[in-house]
């Protein structure tokens, strides 16, 4: 690495292109900071997908002012798919080879800002759309082959975005800024993700593409996560992600860059059934992302690709390594992605007070008392502050009186549970078995309608500690024939 | 230097002064070459006699007696030897002090004592970068091996008040170090009149090769040698000495002395031609102390600006000047400049400051050239910045 700059660079340094803020702009976007010494903002014009204009501005070294002028060059009248591909390495080709060491971060902070203001173009594009929730699904199952894939930077969904790329599709690559993730946290969608995630799709030589969400995920799915607390009910985070967001705002980028297809890296597959795209378990059970996957509208479904459901995690972690992508060694990710530390009470007590109440039997004794129902939830065994005999389990909270029910571990069994909320693949009859939590296991099951077009689950064998809020997921074999929301009685 | 630019970055390194090169050629490649200054023989009697007559060049310039000037590779050999070497023959003082504005030399010698278990106080400085002898006395302390506070500082030019720093530690009986790299050849500096133990200079800086410095080192005052081996310069610094360097720095000192008076004048005025010009400008600062300071020193902050942005514009316009603080190269970006931090500023404003330093050759023309550039950067670099608005 040379350790002083190429003469490129200093021709860009005392002769900026490109310099200014554009009137009119459709994006603009800034990355860096005054008090790390480098601030990098551009404003761009978007229409028709294809960036009409550019300006840009750096308070910085050398290297951030020439690598901001070598990129509005780069992406000025290009196609927007062409200008989201620029890659770290092609700007220092443009700098006439690599910078100085040290001096590496020009190129990142530059690309961050230029991907801010695309970012910013979409997300006013987009309007309430993306925080409403977007209503236009289509099937997108035309000729083309091409493909939306949404990355996190680990990788799954690199692998994703590479099988796609070698099946022949035209792929652009999406990362959602879903919540403000601390910075370097191991959980997906914290900055430094982004950063990561755009540096991968770059070095497969695939556009990137960034979409804030923040609102959108924030009404969908933290409300519920800490409502659901409140009311005593079990949430799952990543279903209703999964029900409004995620794909969702795959098939708007989809449909606004006029590609067919979406994909995403979750372990499951697509089968063509007489009724239609349905869902189906992938083939490496162990990784079985259906149970959270079951709210995915059926027209999305239907334009959606699932390129690991036919590879075990084994494999997906060869391609990635014989493929050299820095992704192979990345950890899994399994916290709740807004909750890095783990510790959801904490988050959840952040947002909702939580009311002393009284622990009780089932005969309504009182047994002692507690701090919040927040820290309870049905089946827990631990920390419920009683002394017994026999363990003791919370068999229900009951959010309105703010009393914590406890019994014996039988106490928990349930034969029959109700569903609501349902979205089905295939007509109900079809269902065989259901499968009530994460990694439980499915039993077999009865379907009885029940009024508000909800059902209930006669089970074939006992379940211990539904809790409603869970999932209930229909098969049908390995087929999903459709998943609800356990609601409260039967 | 060579290039045909103008050179405005005499704090980083001084041109060689055609007469010091001539005085050192006759022992690079001439009559007098290649004798070792240890050997018996007649050719090392002649390049000892060279090095007696550059001590004493070197020697008269800080006003020390000829014995008391040992000569090293260096200003920042020099300022390790009287920090690493006052401490270790002090054995029980476990407590150094030094400024919070030294030159990174005396500032890594107390960060190793301080990995070695002693205790650092770093004294601070006001907002011209002066410290205080209130607060030097407030921190000596029984166990005290050392003080170290530099004469003029390198980056904002600021003179400390080193007759009283070092005062103050002769009658508490502390040793005192003075870093005098930049003040030697620029400011008067006498040894008989100022009680420091001890004084580090380096030949660069006044017109001198490279490579070569001395320490001087009060008789009486007890240093520990720091690199070991045949025992030349008394003991105190092995290794076979640089004749020819040595030899250009007696040369370039005698210069010093003799041209002191002059270069001084001209070096102020035109100081003073560039601070009213730069100062004109909108958003430009001057740091370190407005009268306190050295004669050829501007240090300038410069709003909206990032410092190595502008001293690489400036050098594609033909002027070759310093910044203010280095952008580190490292991963982790920028590293603001401890000295204008320990003064106060921000980091923001730390990033852009560059330093103008002038010399006894600079001119006039140089001067106001160099000013319509400055002034050309600076507007074109903010109309660039996003975080600068000409109001």
Redo the contacts between chains.
């Keep these: 690495m040379p350790?002083r700059?190429n003469p490129q660079v200093?021709d860009h340094?005392?002769r900026?292109r490109n310099?200014?803020e554009l009137e009119g702009a459709s994006g603009t976007g800034?990355s860096g900071d005054?008090?790390?010494?480098?601030?990098?903002?551009f404003t761009v014009r978007i229409a028709e997908n294809r960036v009409e204009g550019v300006r840009y501005?750096?308070?910085?070294?050398?290297a951030?002012?020439a690598a901001g002028s070598a990129l509005s060059e780069l992406v000025s009248d290009a196609s927007l798919l062409d200008a989201a591909r620029v890659s770290g390495v092609d700007l220092e080709e443009a700098l006439g080879g690599p910078l100085?060491?040290?001096?590496?971060?020009a190129l990142t902070l530059v690309l961050d800002a230029l991907h801010k203001a695309i970012e910013d173009h979409w997300n006013r594009e987009a309007g309430e759309m993306l925080v409403e929730g977007y209503g236009g699904l289509r099937a997108g199952t035309g000729g083309k082959k091409t493909v939306v894939v949404a990355t996190s930077g680990g990788v799954d969904s690199a692998v994703t975005a590479l099988l796609m790329k070698e099946a022949g599709y035209e792929v652009a690559c999406v990362t959602f800024r879903l919540h403000d993730g601390e910075r370097g946290s191991r959980s997906c969608c914290s900055p430094d993700t982004v950063l990561f995630a755009r540096d991968t799709a770059h070095r497969m030589g695939l556009p990137h593409f960034t979409l804030n969400l923040k609102e959108l995920f924030d009404r969908r799915v933290m409300e519920d996560f800490v409502g659901s607390y409140a009311e005593g009910r079990t949430p799952n985070p990543c279903v209703s992600c999964n029900a409004h967001v995620k794909f969702h705002a795959a098939s708007f980028l989809a449909d606004k860059l006029g590609f067919e297809r979406v994909a995403t890296g979750h372990y499951a597959r697509v089968v063509e059934e007489p009724e239609g795209a349905t869902m189906a378990r992938p083939v490496d059970e162990a990784k079985d992302q259906t149970y959270v996957l079951w709210p995915v509208p059926r027209e999305l479904l239907a334009r959606t690709i699932f390129p690991l459901g036919e590879h075990r995690k084994e494999e997906v972690r060869r391609i990635a390594e014989d493929r050299g992508l820095a992704v192979a060694y990345t950890p899994e990710s399994q916290d709740i992605c807004f909750i890095p530390d783990g510790d959801y009470r904490g988050f959840v007590r952040k947002s909702v007070a939580a009311e002393p109440g009284e622990i009780v039997d089932r005969e309504g004794r009182a047994l002692g008392r507690h701090k919040g129902v927040v820290d309870f939830t049905v089946g827990q065994r631990r920390g419920i502050g009683v002394a017994a005999p026999t363990p003791l389990y919370v068999t229900e909270v009951r959010p309105k009186t703010g009393q914590v029910v406890v019994g014996k571990k039988a106490d928990l069994e349930t034969r029959e549970v109700r569903v609501g909320g349902l979205n089905w693949f295939l007509p109900p009859e079809r269902a065989g078995s259901v499968q009530i939590r994460y990694n439980g296991r499915p039993v077999p099951c009865e379907m009885e309608h029940a009024e508000g077009g909800e059902v209930v689950a006669h089970l074939g064998a006992p379940v211990f500690g539904v809790a409603p809020g869970q999932s209930a997921v229909f098969y049908d074999g390995d087929k999903v024939v459709g998943g609800g929301v356990v609601r409260r009685d039967t | 230097m060579t290039d045909g630019s103008v050179y405005l970055d005499h704090a980083a390194t001084t041109p060689l002064d055609r007469r010091v090169l001539e005085a050192m050629l006759p022992h690079l490649g001439g009559a007098a070459a290649g004798g070792n200054p240890s050997s018996l023989h007649g050719a090392g009697a002649g390049a000892r006699e060279a090095v007696e007559a550059a001590r004493a060049e070197v020697a008269a310039l800080v006003g020390a007696r000829p014995a008391e000037i040992f000569f090293t590779s260096g200003g920042t050999e020099g300022d390790n030897l009287a920090v690493l070497g006052l401490a270790a023959a002090r054995r029980g003082k476990r407590h150094v002090v030094v400024s919070a504005v030294e030159h990174a030399a005396v500032r890594g010698a107390a960060a190793h004592l301080e990995s070695r278990g002693y205790d650092v106080t770093r004294l601070g400085v006001d907002a011209d970068g002066r410290v205080s002898p209130d607060a030097l006395a407030d921190a000596l302390r029984q166990d005290t091996a050392l003080v170290a506070v530099m004469w003029a500082n390198n980056e904002v030019g600021t003179v400390q008040p080193v007759a009283e720093l070092a005062g103050l530690c002769e009658e508490r009986g502390v040793p005192f170090h003075a870093d005098a790299v930049q003040a030697a050849g620029r400011l008067p500096i006498d040894v008989s009149r100022v009680p420091v133990s001890t004084l580090a200079v380096s030949s660069h800086k006044l017109y001198g090769p490279q490579g070569v410095g001395a320490l001087y080192v009060r008789e009486g005052v007890e240093v520990a040698p720091i690199v070991f081996g045949g025992g030349q310069e008394g003991g105190l610094r092995s290794g076979t000495e640089n004749v020819a360097g040595i030899v250009g720095f007696g040369a370039a000192a005698r210069l010093a002395s003799e041209e002191m008076g002059y270069r001084a004048r001209h070096e102020e005025g035109l100081r003073e031609l560039l601070l009213r010009g730069a100062l004109a400008l909108p958003g430009v600062r001057l740091n370190g102390h407005r009268s306190e300071r050295l004669s050829n020193n501007v240090h300038l902050c410069v709003d909206g600006v990032e410092a190595e942005s502008l001293v690489l514009f400036l050098d594609a316009l033909g002027y070759a000047v310093g910044s203010g603080s280095a952008c580190a190269s490292s991963s982790a970006g920028h590293k603001a400049s401890p000295v204008l931090l320990a003064m106060g500023r921000g980091e923001d404003e730390a990033f852009s400051a560059v330093r103008v330093t002038v010399g006894k050759d600079s001119t006039r023309g140089e001067v106001e050239g160099f000013l319509g550039a400055f002034s050309a950067a600076v507007s074109q670099l903010r109309e660039l910045s996003p975080l600068y608005a000409s109001s």
């Design positions: 350790d700059y200093i340094l005392v900026p310099v200014g800034e005054a008090s790390c010494g480098d601030v990098a903002r501005k750096v308070y910085g070294c050398a951030c002012i100085p060491a040290g001096k590496e971060h």
